[in-house]
DNA sequence: GCTTTTTGTTGACTCGAGTAGATCCCAGTG
DNA sequence: CACTGGGATCTACTCGAGTCAACAAAAAGC
């Protein structure tokens, strides 16, 4: 027995071991693995893989990272991945990513702007190759916080920041939709329910329900501002509902939001459609089963999550940043007063 | 663009760069780093550290983790993170890892054995440090995946699997608790919507189910399986209230079962709690804001995730396979009939 | 004043894999 | 028979950081 020679490492198989073990040196383990920049007879291939597959060989990612400068991984920040609506971009960045070979690194803000600074610190120390920044909030300094090492996109940002990529979807747009779709339900009276911005800038969602409105001789309906989850969408409510002129519909800016606001009406003994007609933002799966089933702006998240990770692995890294603006389209339900 | 110091290197700056420009040698560097095995004299670890806030040195993470032989990093594998009950634990495994300093791999299985089994073994090659595995399904042949190196967690786990640490909550003790509090509600035909699980094992929340039944001297109501998400409850819904025997309240395996049982009992014309009363598992937030609000067990998802991960990065690392298991605690709210 | 001890610093090796450049071997040719 | 071409393979250096043995300088001890 050639104990000797066809000696078991003890410790995680290197690609050293396999090519002790296949009588080829490491460079040739390197060939065959990666069909590597040289060939490799035949002959050859097939002892290193009985070699590999007998010792049970895994290329050590870390060593391989360090050699390329690049670990196949992509950084996520997002505020709250249990939030519905982050945690379906969360996945479709995910496939998006996986499809791609690329791995993705999770990490949650939490709404906190130094939480996200801290995440963006420490992923860029991971060295990923890029980061998918999804953030309610923005500030200038984030650009220096990536220096030029890494890539970068904002993903459903509201503004477009000079500087970085940037993918989301026509905000204005999509709210005047909802917003014309209440008026031709014959309401006059339509209110808003609005998350709140880092920047207090005028949100797209607000520009296009006041032009969806002043387009239609309609005067501006109350306004309510809270944040974008459910507690927010519910404290909105609450102040609609007991405002001076009751809007007979509210346009919420995210579903998350109006399922709050659902509850705040329900509370208030009143009923959706019938006494308040309601239409969102997101067309997340929460706002097909909630009751009522709600109308909604629906965006196209997996398409922006495939525009997001090719900004950031695709072939046109090197470009000057790109700016993808995406069309949303309406999801007529019930709450809105459609049967 | 900023024009910073004179020496500022070319590529990414190394930890050479920073002792050339402090003039010192590597090993001092690493030393300032790390608070490092050996001591640095005042003076110079100032000299250091200016040094590296100048130049904005950033360690390497692949060459440290290459050296260490750790990444610092875990794998979460989950079936589907869009789903809010496993959004909700990756958030939790998010923060309990990254509170030890410790970032997180999430990938979705998609309920696929395969694609598991692919996302297992991409993580083993990235070298995590630890897998927290979070499936419905299990087979056996994953303990060969993982190989002897690489920790891992069954998290969420019906059954417990010999040569795995686990953490899970007491389902049956939980199912019962819901159906108990239903019987109390003077219901005497309590059906079951089940979701289904890959081992054909009974579920703990099947048996909890029964035993309060039988221990109750009420028959087995009827039973329909489907898919834990909504419409597997949608589905299981229709046929529930089909059935023969129509029960008049319904204990549902998760809480995104129960909304698309809402829904079902909904479209059948009938109200909850009034014609049929819901009670469900799980204690995600979903079951807070639908309508009516669930009655529902839930689970402690947070002191699961923080198990989950001390089990992988903790000091009891070496120490047997561990199974920890969680009480559940009935919230109740109106979907059973309570005010 | 001349050892010891302590303290601070350094060069050099290591982790595991990618790959350029050198080397080997053999078939084919003059 | 020597000579070249070219395919297959190997040697050796590289990536960036951790850390130990070795060493220099300063402090303490007798």
Redesign the interface.
């Known amino acids: 027995m050639t104990t000797s020679a066809v000696h078991t490492p003890r410790g995680?198989v290197t690609r050293k071991d396999v090519a002790r073990y296949a009588g080829v040196s490491t460079a040739v383990v390197s060939y065959v693995v990666n069909g590597g920049p040289k060939k490799v007879a035949p002959a050859t291939e097939a002892k290193v893989q009985e070699a590999i597959r007998i010792l049970?060989y895994?290329?050590?990612?870390?060593?391989r990272?360090?050699k390329m400068g690049s670990?196949q991984?992509l950084g996520?920040v997002i505020p709250?991945?249990?939030?519905?609506f982050w945690?379906?971009l969360?996945?479709a960045v995910?496939?998006a990513a996986?499809e791609r070979g690329y791995?993705?690194?999770?990490?949650?803000s939490d709404n906190n702007l130094d939480s996200e600074r801290r995440h963006i610190r420490?992923?860029?120390?991971?060295?990923v190759d890029g980061v998918v920044l999804a953030s309610v909030m923005f500030e200038p300094d984030l650009l220096e916080l990536f220096?030029t090492?890494i890539r970068s996109v904002l993903l459903n940002h509201a503004s477009v920041a000079p500087g970085f990529n940037s993918v989301g979807v026509d905000l204005e747009a999509g709210a005047r939709l909802a917003v014309e779709h209440l008026i031709g339900h014959g309401h006059t009276t339509i209110g808003l329910a609005m998350g709140i911005t880092a920047d207090n800038e005028a949100d797209g969602r607000e520009e296009g329900w006041q032009r969806a409105l002043e387009a239609a001789g309609l005067p501006v309906g109350p306004l309510a501002r809270g944040g974008f989850d459910?507690p927010g969408g519910y404290a909105a409510g609450q102040r609609l509902l007991a405002a001076d002129n009751r809007p007979t519909a509210i346009f919420a800016s995210s579903d998350m939001q109006a399922?709050?606001l659902?509850?705040a009406i329900?509370e208030a003994g009143l009923s959706v459609p019938d006494d308040i007609a309601v239409a969102s933002f997101d067309g997340s799966?929460?706002a097909e089963?909630?009751?009522p089933a709600l109308t909604t702006v629906e965006q196209p998240v997996w398409e922006m999550a495939e525009a997001a990770v090719s900004a950031l692995v695709g072939e046109n890294r090197n470009e000057p940043p790109q700016h993808r603006v995406f069309p949303t389209q309406l999801r007529i339900r019930q709450s809105c007063g459609c049967p």
């Open positions: 995680p049970g895994r290329p050590n990612a870390a060593a990272a360090l670990n991984t996520l709250d991945s249990s939030n519905p945690a379906l969360g996945h995910e496939v996986a791995a993705l690194l999770l990490t949650n420490n992923l860029a120390d991971r060295q220096g090492e459910r399922i709050g659902l509850r329900r799966i929460e089963y909630s009751w």
